[in-house]
C-alpha cells in the first residue's frame, strides 16, 4: 500500500525551527518529485516546496524564501524540510505529496500531485 507520513511537527515559539519529514512507504520515493503544502484554518491549501526526483530543482513559495530548506535522501525513502525564523503566519497542518509526472523539475500545483499525506500540524506561538 502506497504511504506518505509526515512528522515533526509541533509547537514553536516564533523565530523557532523544525525539521518536517515525510517518509514513503509501499514505493520508491525517488522516482517522484515530492511537494509540501500547508493548510491554515479557513485558508486554502497552498504550495510552499519542492524539489525534483534527484534533488537538483527546488521551488519555494515567496513567503518563505530564505527561511525554509527542502531536501531529500533517497536512500532511507524520506524528504525533509527544515523551518528557520518560524513566524505565526507559519501555522498550518502541513501536508507532503508525491508526483510521478514530473520530469525534471516539480511543482507547486495541487493538481500536479498523486499521493499525499495525512499532514502534521505546525504551531507558532508564543
Known amino acids: 500500500q502506497l504511504q506518505l507520513v509526515e512528522s515533526g511537527g509541533g509547537l514553536v515559539q516564533p523565530g523557532g525551527s523544525l525539521r518536517l519529514s515525510c517518509a514513503a512507504s509501499?514505493?520508491?520515493?525517488?522516482?517522484?518529485?515530492i511537494g509540501w503544502f500547508r493548510q491554515a484554518p479557513g485558508k486554502e491549501r497552498e504550495g510552499v516546496s519542492c524539489?525534483?526526483?534527484?534533488?537538483?530543482?527546488?521551488k519555494y513559495v515567496d513567503s518563505v524564501k530564505g527561511r525554509f530548506t527542502i531536501s531529500r535522501d533517497n536512500a532511507k525513502n524520506t524528504v525533509y524540510l527544515q523551518m528557520n525564523s518560524l513566524k505565526p503566519e507559519d501555522t498550518a497542518v502541513y501536508y507532503c505529496a508525491a508526483d510521478r509526472g514530473a520530469v525534471g523539475g516539480c511543482s507547486l500545483l495541487r493538481s500536479a500531485m498523486d499521493y499525499w499525506g495525512k499532514g502534521t500540524l505546525v504551531t507558532v506561538s508564543s
Open positions: 524539489i525534483s526526483s534527484g534533488g537538483t530543482s527546488t
Open positions: 509501499g514505493f520508491t520515493l525517488g522516482y517522484y518529485a
